[in-house]
Every structure is written in C-alpha cells, then in structure tokens.
C-alpha cells in the first residue's frame, strides 16, 4: 500500500492506493469530532439499513484513531474515524504547484437525489445548492462543497486543491 500526503494539510495522508485486480475505490474517509460522534453516526448508519463492513474499533491503518466502516446505498465503502493521529503541515508559498489538500469528493450515483436524501438523513451533511436537479452541492463544515453528487453508476473521484 502507498500513501499520499498533501503538503499544505495537517493529515497523514489524502490517497492510498493498493495492488488490486479489481479496478475500485478502496474506501472514502470522513473525519468525526469524537469517538462518542463516530458511535453515533454508525447506530444511524445501521438503523437506515446499510450494510456494515466493521463496528467502530480502534483502527490499524497509519495514523490508526478510532473509526467505523460500511456501505453507502449505493455500495461505496465509506469510513468515519476520530482521534487520527496528524502532522504538522508544511508551509506552502503563493502558487506554488503541489496539492494543499483534497477540496472535495465527487461521487456518482444511480439514484443521485437519494444518495443527497441519505447524506443529509444519515451523515448530517447539508445542500449548500443545486445546478438543476442534475448536481448537488454538500458541505459539513464552513466549505461550500465538500461532497459533489451526479447521476451515474457508483463511482468517486477527489479533487485536490491547490494554494
């Protein structure tokens, strides 16, 4: 397994990528606040009926922390951890060239406006807004897009953001 960094951002690491045969996401990783958050969300994630890969547990990964994992509706492997452990991020200068951090994760889906439902529902994300009915804008924090929505076959991919 290799893992990737982004200079200008506090976390351990931003991609993982891994030797597989199957070309798949391998998980997409949220942050919790607590371990008391992390519970919380997976009683919310079982209770909407979505599968769960394992309850939360002290995880084994780099930076380890605590975190549960589980299916989204559409059959993404998500993963909500706390207490991760983090780095000191570099100093970066005014355009300089090098990802500062992943600004948000564009996930399609065959049932958009359900995945949008079930992200707010469940996860407690918020619409920031809507082009059309097409592509919908969700933040979880003071970003105005951290998760973008379309229609189309389960997928991910991560845009990363430069200074």
């Known amino acids: 397994m290799v893992h990737f960094a982004a200079e200008g951002y506090d976390e351990l690491y931003v991609v993982r990528l891994r030797r597989n045969e199957d070309k798949r996401i391998d998980v997409i990783a949220l942050a919790a606040d607590s371990r008391a958050d992390v519970d919380a969300l997976h009683e919310k994630v079982a209770a909407s009926g979505c599968r769960i890969i ?3 547990k002290e ?10 994992r589980f ?9 909500i951890s706390s207490d ?12 300089e060239g090098v990802p500062a951090k992943i600004s ?8 958009h406006q359900k995945l949008v439902q079930w ?7 918020k619409v920031s807004d809507w082009l059309g009915d097409f592509m919908c ?4 924090n003071s970003a105005h897009r951290r998760i973008v929505i ?10 990363p953001m430069t200074c």
């Open 150 to 159: 379309l229609p189309g076959r389960p997928a991910s991919i991560m845009l």
């Open 59 to 68: 995880l084994a990964t780099l930076g380890c922390g605590y975190g549960v």
């Open 119 to 125: 992200l707010c529902d469940v996860l407690g994300f």
């Open 71 to 79: 299916f989204s509706p559409d059959g993404l492997p998500f993963e």
């Open 104 to 111: 948000r994760i564009v996930l399609h889906s065959p049932d």
């Open 54 to 56: 394992f309850a939360p």
């Open 84 to 95: 991760v452990a983090r780095q000191t991020p570099s100093e970066l200068a005014r355009w």
């Open 137 to 140: 804008f969700l933040r979880c």
